[in-house]
């Protein structure tokens, strides 16, 4: 299929299935989280998954190769990345597996149907809104600050969208764990699963995956803390076999 990519767009490999991503390197980039998020995502058979907040249509397409559910839709309110995504899904022949919609997540609720889905993930902005940032609406900006939405956001959303027992898969900062837990159970979402992430063994985590369900029994696991590299730099098994198998 003839898919546009621009002079200043590059087309990455996502090392699987052959798929592509097309990325514009002056925005926001999908990077490890993406990736990490789309392995602890777990997707059965038909499910139906939304994306909130998709970019450039990392997770879907990623998610579409790694498990078998039957749809997935990106949700995005940038409408450069909206379309890149889009390109993406042609360049992929995706186009009957994933649906990119250009829309705001505080209106997710409005634009789709309630209790409609499955599986919802998202990546969302890892930082508090703080003054410094209040006249910055760049796209790395938003894609990194809760400026155009929050984690209360993320939430109800998910609460509204998800089915009765429906799965949240989120990737996260761990110093906003505390406000993740709160935040998830406010809205009927049950923490179960919960995974650290360390750059190196015997390192400080930066990054939480965390699984809820919707009206889900409390009790939560913690799982083993993921470790990306070895002493020497190289991926760990786990990191490889996340990536490429």
């Keep these: ?111 789709f149907k309630p209790s409609s889905f499955d599986v919802i993930t998202s990546n969302p902005p890892y930082m508090n809104y703080e003054g410094g940032l209040k006249n910055d609406y760049g796209p790395k900006t938003i894609a990194r600050h809760e400026v155009l939405c929050s984690l209360e956001d993320i939430a109800y959303a998910s609460m509204k969208l998800l089915k009765f027992g429906g799965r949240l898969y989120m990737v996260h900062r761990p110093h906003r764990l505390t406000d993740i837990i709160c935040t998830l159970r406010e809205n009927k979402l049950e923490p179960k699963r919960i995974r650290f992430v360390q750059p190196y063994a015997g390192r400080e985590p930066n990054m939480v995956l965390v699984e809820a369900v919707r009206s889900g029994k409390p009790m939560v696991k913690v799982m083993p803390a993921l470790v990306i590299y070895n002493s020497d730099g190289t991926y760990t098994d786990e990191a490889i076999d996340i990536y490429y198998n």
Excluded: W
């Excluded at 002079?7 to 996502?14: H, P, S």
């Excluded at 909130?52 to 039957?70: E, F, H, Q």
């Design 1 to 111: 299929m003839d898919v546009e990519i621009k002079d200043y767009e590059r087309v990455d490999d996502l090392h699987r299935n052959g798929y592509m991503l097309i990325q514009d390197p002056k925005r926001f980039c999908f990077g490890v989280d993406a990736v990490l998020l789309s392995g602890f995502a777990l997707a059965k058979k038909g499910d139906r998954v939304l994306d909130l907040g998709t970019g450039t249509g990392v997770i879907p397409i990623l998610m579409s190769a790694k498990t078998p559910a039957g749809h997935f839709t990106g949700l995005e309110i940038q409408h450069e990345s909206a379309e890149m995504a889009q390109r993406s899904v042609r360049l992929n022949n995706l186009e009957e597996k994933i649906d990119i919609v250009e829309g705001d997540i505080k209106k997710a609720a409005e634009i």
